[in-house]
């Protein structure tokens, strides 16, 4: 616990040393990383813990270190400009070979957790990124990471949790479905965990089942008056489906903001928001607090049926439904400069 205060103090400053050049970056983060050294072993002498914690131990101290040294090429030149990677020293990622990618003691720790993915994304990121559009290359980078967790590790059990971490977090973040369909294809020739346990699998699943063209499943909402109803029986134009979640008042605010105005310039959609948040007090009093005009309100009463059935595990997602109920746009979102292009 220590040890991990000492990291978060460090993220704080962190953020100005990325726009250091090489050596001086490299200074200081060494010094930092000596002094979490000597800590470490003061503490090691004073406790005497035994080799099976001490794994975790000298974790808390190397992986952080290891994290600032993969995301500083990335992030400088994001922030500045500069590609500093020829000015690395040669022996720069040298320690990448010390680490035990295939140890399952690590899988649950989250230091190397977030080293492994920051490494991942250095190491599987186009450079030839102008060749391609922003969800396409998002699609080959992905596609890489996977590959290259597939040669690094070698233990099966951790390499399907990485892959699953992987395809959880493109999953999550990409709205092209025919590069979702593209990247699944790719996971699943790889990845050997078939259980019916397996997320992704289940999310696969639903996104195979939100084809454009395909009637849309039905779900059960909670309504404002607390009944259950089918989602299929509320579809009786071609409607907007969007979400929402108390939690993310940001959101909440711009998608609403966001939805009444096209509903002005779209008057033959009908415009449905449907809250994801765990519970319905919640939904109901934010109804009390917010001013929603003549968007129509539901709640999800069951998200695993919604995770499974629309592949919803988030609430920057918004569907385009027809009003025979069939899908015309199942992953794209409101905010995104081309959405109106399907409502025409």
Same mark, same amino acid.
């Given at each position: 616990?220590?040890?991990?205060?000492?990291?978060?103090?460090?993220?704080?400053?962190?953020? $100005?040393?990325?726009d250091?050049?090489?050596?001086?970056f490299?200074?200081?983060?060494?010094?930092?990383?000596?002094?979490?050294?000597?800590?470490?072993?003061?503490?090691?002498?004073e406790?005497?813990?035994?080799?099976?914690?001490?794994?975790?131990?000298q974790?808390m101290?190397l992986?952080?270190?290891?994290?600032?040294?993969?995301?500083?090429?990335?992030?400088?030149?994001?922030?500045?400009?500069n590609?500093?990677?020829?000015?690395?020293?040669?022996?720069?990622? $040298?320690?990448?070979?010390?680490? $035990?990618?295939?140890?399952?003691?690590?899988?649950?720790?989250?230091?190397?957790?977030?080293y492994?993915?920051?490494?991942? &994304?250095?190491?599987?990121?186009?450079?030839?990124?102008?060749?391609?559009?922003?969800?396409d290359?998002?699609?080959?980078?992905?596609?890489?990471?996977?590959?290259?967790?597939?040669?690094?590790?070698?233990?099966?059990?951790?390499?399907?949790?990485?892959?699953?971490?992987?395809?959880?977090?493109?999953?999550?973040?990409?709205?092209?479905?025919? &590069?979702?369909?593209?990247?699944?294809?790719?996971?699943?020739?790889?990845?050997?965990?078939?259980?019916?346990?397996?997320?992704?699998?289940?999310?696969?699943?639903?996104?195979?089942?939100?084809?454009?063209?395909?009637?849309?499943?039905?779900?059960t909402?909670?309504?404002?008056?607390?009944?259950?109803?089918?989602?299929?029986?509320?579809?009786?134009?071609?409607?907007?489906?969007?979400?929402?979640?108390?939690?993310?008042?940001?959101?909440?605010?711009?998608a609403?903001?966001?939805?009444?105005e096209?509903?002005?310039?779209y008057?033959?959609?009908?415009?449905?928001a449907?809250?994801l948040?765990?519970?319905?007090?919640?939904?109901k009093?934010?109804?009390?607090?917010?001013?929603?005009?003549?968007?129509?309100?539901?709640?999800?009463? &069951?998200?695993?049926?919604i995770k499974?059935?629309?592949?919803?595990?988030?609430?920057?997602?918004?569907?385009i439904?027809?009003?025979?109920?069939?899908?015309?746009?199942?992953?794209?979102?409101?905010?995104?400069?081309?959405?109106?292009?399907?409502?025409?």
């Amino acid at each position: 616990m220590e040890m991990y205060l000492r990291n978060e103090k460090e993220k704080n400053k962190i953020f $100005d040393v990325l726009d250091y050049e090489a050596p001086k970056f490299l200074s200081y983060i060494n010094k930092v990383n000596a002094d979490n050294i000597a800590f470490y072993k003061s503490k090691k002498e004073e406790i005497k813990w035994n080799d099976e914690f001490d794994v975790y131990a000298q974790g808390m101290y190397l992986f952080p270190h290891y994290t600032r040294k993969e995301i500083y090429p990335i992030v400088h030149k994001m922030r500045t400009g500069n590609d500093v990677s020829k000015a690395l020293p040669k022996d720069y990622y $040298d320690f990448r070979k010390t680490i $035990d990618f295939s140890d399952e003691k690590m899988t649950d720790f989250s230091p190397f957790v977030m080293y492994l993915n920051y490494m991942l &994304n250095n190491v599987g990121s186009i450079h030839y990124h102008n060749h391609f559009s922003e969800v396409d290359l998002a699609l080959k980078t992905n596609v890489n990471k996977l590959k290259i967790a597939d040669t690094l590790i070698k233990n099966e059990k951790v390499k399907n949790i990485v892959f699953n971490s992987i395809a959880f977090q493109y999953l999550l973040e990409d709205q092209n479905m025919v &590069n979702n369909q593209e990247f699944l294809k790719h996971y699943y020739k790889i990845a050997t965990d078939k259980s019916k346990k397996n997320e992704i699998l289940k999310l696969g699943k639903a996104i195979n089942q939100l084809t454009d063209g395909k009637k849309l499943p039905s779900v059960t909402l909670l309504d404002a008056a607390g009944k259950n109803v089918n989602s299929s029986s509320l579809i009786t134009k071609n409607t907007i489906l969007f979400f929402w979640s108390e939690e993310l008042n940001s959101h909440l605010v711009a998608a609403h903001k966001k939805a009444l105005e096209l509903q002005k310039k779209y008057p033959n959609y009908e415009f449905i928001a449907i809250n994801l948040d765990k519970n319905p007090n919640t939904w109901k009093e934010a109804l009390t607090k917010y001013t929603f005009g003549p968007i129509r309100q539901y709640h999800c009463s &069951n998200f695993e049926e919604i995770k499974n059935k629309w592949a919803i595990t988030k609430v920057h997602r918004t569907m385009i439904i027809n009003k025979d109920l069939t899908i015309k746009n199942g992953f794209t979102n409101m905010f995104d400069i081309r959405f109106e292009e399907d409502l025409q």
